[in-house]
């Protein structure tokens, strides 16, 4: 069974950091592109970051230069790298797996299996 | 990056009526790679339809998706009480995924 467990949320001050993690079973994360979709309270979902089999990475202009997306393979956890916040990155992160289309060893495609997410709160 | 323009912000609807939800790429969607997703309040997003027309797994008939391009459309043929919830499209053609901003399906 494919399951995603988020962690790492909390309060940070303005311009602090801090590091999610999403820890995978039933799949390798190294199969799969995996990507990270945030919501703000009472907002819609916004696609922050997503990073291929291959190890390429990708991000929204909103995060480009301040968030890093990487993966252990060992553990098989996605993490995401979260500096220079500020109140606007307040959200709850979500990590998501893609799949559908599978070539090569490398899966992409629709985010079919989500995590429950993780409060990201940037307050002082 | 593609923008993806979903309309009405807010469709009020009866039980038994037909929903229809539309998204408006700013650019093509490759290969139709559009994707539809359900939310209820406090729960992690559902995928519905992907590659523009294809059910996933588990997910009644009632649902369907279609349009290629620039112009997608989610319906439902027949509300049920359960399907009164936020709705997103996704594109996942491109390497910067976006999603539309939700279409909000309350009860009338």
């Known amino acids: 069974e494919v399951q995603l467990v988020e962690s790492g949320g909390g309060l940070v001050q303005p311009g602090g950091s801090l590091r999610l993690s999403c820890a995978a079973s039933?799949?390798?994360?190294?199969?799969?592109?995996m990507s990270w979709v945030r919501q703000a309270p009472g907002k819609g979902l916004e696609w922050v970051s997503v990073?291929?089999?291959?190890?390429?990475?990708y991000y929204a202009d909103s995060v480009k230069g301040r968030f890093t997306i990487s993966r252990d393979n060992s553990k098989n956890t996605l993490y995401l790298q979260m500096n220079s916040l500020r109140a606007e990155d307040t959200a709850v992160y979500y990590c998501?797996?893609?799949?559908?289309?599978?070539?090569?060893?490398?899966?992409?495609?629709?985010?079919?299996?989500w995590g429950q997410g993780t409060l990201v709160t940037v307050s002082s | 990056e593609i923008v993806l323009t979903q309309s009405p912000g807010t469709l009020s609807l009866s039980p038994g009526e037909r929903a229809t939800l539309s998204c408006r790429a700013s650019?093509?969607?490759?290969?139709?790679?559009l994707a539809w997703y359900q939310q209820k309040p406090g729960q992690a997003p559902r995928l519905l339809i992907y590659?523009?027309?294809s059910r996933a797994t588990g997910i009644p008939d009632r649902f369907s998706g279609s349009g290629s391009g620039t112009d997608f459309t989610l319906t439902i043929s027949r509300l049920e009480p359960e399907d009164f919830a936020v709705y997103y499209c996704?594109?996942?053609?491109?390497?910067?995924?976006?999603f539309g901003q939700g279409t909000k399906l309350e009860i009338k």
């Open positions: 998501a797996r893609e799949g559908g289309y599978c070539s090569g060893g490398s899966c992409w495609g629709q985010f079919d299996y």
């Open positions: 039933g799949f390798t994360v190294s199969s799969n592109y």
């Open positions: 990073i291929y089999s291959g190890g390429s990475t």
């Open positions: 650019q093509s969607v490759s290969s139709s790679y």
């Open positions: 590659g523009a027309s």
């Open positions: 996704q594109q996942y053609g491109s390497s910067q995924r976006s």
